[in-house]
């Protein structure tokens, strides 16, 4: 299977401290990671490294055959799809649903807004229905749900057609509906034969969707383990990860987890 990443020593240093502590880790095109952890354990900073936002201190980030610091980032950037509540924040109240999705085309191509074509347009509405958005094109993004919001982010970061697909905390400040609703449709996307690499951020299990096949933990910005999911995601490694005495119980692919009595 192709490699999408390859992370070798990894360390990000900030204010005298690693908050990326030597991370050796390795995601192929047809694994769907989950990358779990505590606030502050460096999951973001991860994700942004995949991203091709950030360059390591020292060690070494292979996305998609191409070797951070040794590649031109902007072609790069384009085969990654990325959503997260920081890019969230820039786009405008008033901008339509369609222009959300339908830009993400022309940051890549760089086109401008007049002369896309209605190929982009039928893709962009093939997009929105799939994440259930359908209906909902003409509406402006400040008007939608918390978790309508998130589907059009994650439309947008698949418009594209990417390589990767990352997704910093998508469950996050969500109702029980909207992420139920939200995990459902990440699980369906998950375990489609043409859906590229995923990664995952969260800090609960409960939001790990059916379908994602590997997980990451991280502890201070140390990998505390990585692998298939059934066999690293333990009872004994989310104490590790957490610091905190926890069980960990599983039901038809779902996880939960609570501190043990
Ligand atoms: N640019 C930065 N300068 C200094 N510290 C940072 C910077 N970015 C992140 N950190 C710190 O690094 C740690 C890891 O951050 P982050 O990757 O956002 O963690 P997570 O997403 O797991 O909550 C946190 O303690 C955070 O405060
Ligand atoms: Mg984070």
Same mark, same amino acid.
């Given at each position: 299977? *192709? ?9 990000? @240093? ?37 991203a091709s ?20 980032v902007?072609?790069l950037r *384009? ?22 999705? /339908? ?7 760089? !086109? ?26 003409? @509406? ?24 990767? $697909?990352?997704? %910093? ?5 969500? %109702? ?6 939200? /995990? ?8 489609? *034969? ?23 933990? $991280? !502890?201070?910005? @140390?990998?505390?383990?990585?692998? *298939? ?8 490694? /989310? ?11 599983? %039901? ?10």
């Open positions: 299977m *192709p490699q999408v990443l390859e992370f070798s020593d990894v360390v990000v @240093r900030r204010n005298a401290r690693n908050i990326v502590d030597r991370v050796d880790w390795s995601v192929t095109d047809d694994q769907r990671w989950v990358v779990l952890g505590p606030n502050g354990a460096g999951k973001t900073t991860v994700l942004q490294l995949a936002l950030l360059h390591p201190t020292s060690g070494s980030v292979g996305i998609l055959g191409e070797r951070l610091g040794r590649t031109d902007f072609e *384009p085969r990654i799809g990325f959503a997260s509540s920081a890019m969230a924040r820039r786009i405008p109240a008033e901008e339509t649903v369609l222009d959300v999705v /339908l830009t993400a085309a022309y940051a890549v191509v760089g !086109r401008w807004r007049e002369d896309y074509e209605d190929i982009d347009e039928r893709r962009a509405m093939r997009v929105l229905a799939e994440w259930k958005l359908e209906g909902l094109a003409e @509406r402006t993004f400040g008007t939608l749900s918390d978790g309508e919001q998130k589907r059009v982010q994650i439309a947008r970061a698949v418009m594209t057609d990417p390589e990767l $697909l990352l997704l %910093d905390e998508p469950t996050a400040s969500l %109702d029980l509906g909207a992420r139920e609703e939200l /995990l459902a449709l990440l699980g369906g996307y998950a375990q489609a *034969p043409t859906t590229p690499a995923m990664i995952m951020v969260t800090h609960h299990v409960e939001e790990i969707p059916v379908g994602f096949t590997h997980v990451l933990l $991280l !502890r201070e910005g @140390r990998v505390v383990a990585a692998g *298939p999911l059934a066999q690293t995601l333990t009872a004994e490694s /989310l104490t590790e990860t957490f610091g905190m005495p926890i069980t960990l119980t599983e %039901d038809a692919g779902r996880y939960a987890a609570r501190a043990a009595s």
